[in-house]
């Protein structure tokens, strides 16, 4: 095919995009406007790639000719739903199909999947997609890595052989491109899973090296479940694995809804900090509260088989802590050691021997001090001198729903 100076212009262009940190999406559109203008027409174009991700099975790109565009994420259950079995795209990527090709303008003809007659009945006439495989790692079960591309025109001939070629030429192009970015995406993702958002961003930006790190101000939060010996041995692997999960769903998944970083699950045990900003220690202190609140209310919603609902400890403290990476040079982790840390451990025990769902330090309960009573001050193994503690006044099973 003999390129233009038009598609050498848009060529240069996605190069360009690719060298910079560009949006997927928003650069899927600049493509589409630009191949329009040149009189490369499709009113309708999608963009679809697989990911990497614990939630998410893959995402696409929706542009319209005068209507933006739509960024969608399907989740991995989405795969059984009515609209992905009966896809085009599910059956090129079962097919190991790299083209697929559908006149819409025939009338009465069959069409093999629902897609095609609502394209019709919108008035378009052709319809083309085309893989581009390349190796990402991805979740799903069929097909390669890479991105699809679907086109669809409303001209009245459809696509001629002339704009299918030119239409392949910048794919290779927009491949290139999308491979850069969804790399970029699919690493932070496993970043910011595997490590949280913050120590995610650390490693990312360079601070990989044994004893890398930052100290910070910081509420620890420290919970750890109450009982799970006994139930590890009542129940089967699958229905503990199944509470356990439960458990971690409720204490960090309402550390994260409050802005908190959960850094290390240990055993049954969750560590999580919520980081003391420049308004100082107040708001720290009153979200990990809320958010200590909110778990045993989860957890006392939990069902459990044959059992009585499940109940934690929570231990709240506050102070320096050095956040960075700690391990040997070969295998390292990235999480907050000192004093601090050790404290809410220690605390978080005491809530087992005083039988008290939560316990905080005086610095923690001022933040809120209608909420808490005194219950004494007591030795904790590796702190110097006895620290106060302080209780929840009313029941920490009580309703705190998280900010949405």
Not at 187 to 193: C, F, I, P, S, Y
Request: some cysteine; glycine content about 8%.
């Amino acid at each position: 095919m003999q390129t233009t100076p038009v598609l050498e212009a848009i060529e240069d262009w996605l190069i360009r995009e690719a060298l910079g940190d560009p949006d997927t999406a928003e650069m899927f559109a600049g493509l589409c406007q630009r191949m329009n203008a040149s009189g490369i027409r499709a009113e309708r174009a999608m963009l679809s790639w697989a990911t990497l991700h614990p939630l998410i099975e893959a995402e696409t790109v929706l542009w319209m000719d005068g209507g933006g565009i739509e960024l969608a994420q399907h989740r991995h259950e989405d795969a059984n739903s009515d609209e992905w079995l009966n896809s085009p795209i599910r059956a090129m990527l079962e097919r190991g199909d790299l083209r697929l090709r559908c006149p819409l303008s025939r009338s009465n003809a069959p069409f093999d999947y629902p897609l095609f007659h609502s394209l019709a009945d919108q008035g378009f006439t052709d319809y083309l997609a085309i893989a581009t495989p390349f190796a990402l790692p991805t979740a799903q079960e069929v097909g390669a890595s890479g991105i699809i591309v679907t086109w669809a025109t409303r001209a009245p001939e459809g696509f001629d052989q002339t704009t299918i070629e030119q239409i392949e030429y910048l794919l290779m192009r927009l491949a290139l491109a999308c491979r850069a970015t969804i790399q970029t995406r699919i690493a932070q993702t496993l970043a910011d899973t595997y490590l949280g958002r913050r120590a995610g961003s650390q490693v990312l930006a360079g601070r990989i090296r044994h004893g890398d790190g930052e100290s910070l101000d910081a509420v620890i939060f420290y919970t750890d479940l109450r009982g799970s010996t006994a139930l590890a041995e009542r129940l089967d692997p699958d229905a503990y694995l199944r509470l356990l999960n439960g458990y971690f769903d409720a204490a960090a998944g309402e550390v994260m809804a409050r802005g908190g970083e959960v850094l290390d699950f240990i055993g049954d045990a969750v560590l999580a900090v919520f980081p003391i900003e420049a308004e100082g220690l107040g708001p720290a202190a009153r979200q990990a509260l809320a958010a200590a609140r909110a778990v045993h209310a989860r957890l006392a919603a939990l069902p459990v088989p044959g059992a009585t609902p499940l109940t934690c400890g929570i231990g709240l403290t506050c102070g320096p802590v050095m956040f960075g990476n700690i391990g040997v040079p070969d295998r390292l982790t990235f999480s907050v050691i000192g004093r601090t840390v050790n404290a809410a451990a220690r605390i978080e025990a005491k809530t087992k021997e005083l039988r008290e769902p939560v316990l905080v330090t005086e610095e923690v309960a001022a933040a809120d001090p209608a909420s808490f009573r005194g219950v004494g001050r007591f030795a904790l193994t590796g702190v110097d001198r006895p620290v106060e503690l302080f209780a929840l006044r009313t029941p920490a099973v009580a309703s705190d729903p998280a900010p949405r």
